[in-house]
């Protein structure tokens, strides 16, 4: 672990701002996060976190400092990693101060399904507790979770040059893993055997890939997850059926099981895979998964 950075007690406001997010960073992009942060108050308190775990430590400094609202320009990574700074200081006792995400990612799925969920100013949504139990670890997750081959996709997208718009990586990086072949595994989830799987998703929000829409509708504060198995199928059945995933959702397609997880759930695979958790890359072959209810409070979304 780096230096943990130096912030101020007590700051109103700190941004966090992701230069290498999948969105190409400007000056001009920077005027504009500037201003937003001026709307709420004059002491901001800039941050330009060079690496992901420069970027969880000055979430972890921000919220033992206490401040009050923590604004974040990039992805579904950038606030992934975010959220692991605000748990660990949570866990030291700092309360978790208000987040605002103010986009910048390629894929961004989770301000996707805000932005269709936003009723008021301030939201309270749930997060999801990974243990990964072969190692001893413990990772967050705000969006979504998932092993097998979305995890590969996203493996592969994250390689592709940033200047590839997001939904573009994600459908190359598809195609590209559709290709190798050796799609199917098995696993072992609550105790029931799944013999020959593609993947399963625990989700939370609504869209994956950069706009995939897997669900078509699913609430960020019940106290629930929905788990999505995507059975065998062939390479052209799955082509066949991503058109689905841009338009009602791919838990409207017949062969696709969804159910609804409240209680905590292992997983065991038979040798360490590929996982992922709000596209962060990760590999586990034991987990336990469980729910942290209306954990973290989201601000209002301004338009960057």
Not at 37 to 63: C, H, K, M, N, W
Not at 78 to 94: C, P, R, T, Y
Not at 120 to 129: A, E, L, N, R
Not at 234 to 246: H, M, R, T
Request: with cysteine; net charge positive; proline share 5%.
């Amino acid at each position: 672990m780096g230096q943990t950075p130096l912030i101020r007690e007590n700051r109103p406001c700190v941004v966090i701002v992701n230069q290498k997010s999948g969105s190409v960073f400007s000056q001009k992009k920077l005027e504009k996060i500037v201003n937003t942060g001026r709307t709420l108050t004059s002491q901001v308190e800039y941050v330009f976190p060079q690496t992901r775990q420069s970027t969880i430590d000055s979430a972890y400094a921000a919220t033992s400092a206490g401040t009050q609202t923590l604004m974040v320009w990039g992805g579904d990574g950038s606030i992934n990693a975010v959220l692991q700074g605000i748990m660990k200081a949570d866990s030291e006792g700092a309360p978790p101060p208000v987040v605002i995400p103010l986009g910048g990612g390629s894929g961004s799925d989770f301000l996707r399904t805000l932005r269709l969920k936003r009723h008021s100013d301030q939201q309270t949504v749930d997060i999801g507790v990974i243990e990964i139990l072969d190692q001893g670890l413990t990772r967050f997750f705000i969006n979504g979770f998932s092993f097998g081959v979305t995890a590969e996709i996203a493996k592969l997208k994250s390689s592709m040059p940033r200047w590839f718009p997001g939904p573009l990586k994600y459908f190359s990086a598809t195609l590209l893993r559709l290709m190798r072949g050796d799609i199917f595994s098995k696993a072992l989830i609550s105790d029931r055997e799944h013999p020959s799987i593609i993947s399963a998703l625990t989700l939370n929000g609504q869209f994956v890939g950069g706009g995939m829409r897997i669900l078509s509708d699913t609430s960020l504060d019940d106290g629930v997850f929905e788990q999505v198995l995507l059975p065998q199928m062939g390479v052209l059945s799955i082509l066949n059926v991503l058109k689905s995933v841009y338009l009602s959702g791919l838990a409207h397609h017949p062969r696709v099981q969804v159910t609804t997880s409240c209680d905590v759930f292992e997983i065991k695979l038979p040798t360490s895979t590929c996982c992922e958790s709000d596209g962060e890359i990760f590999q586990a072959s034991h987990l336990r998964i469980s729910i942290r209810k209306q954990a973290i409070t989201i601000g209002r979304l301004p338009r960057i």
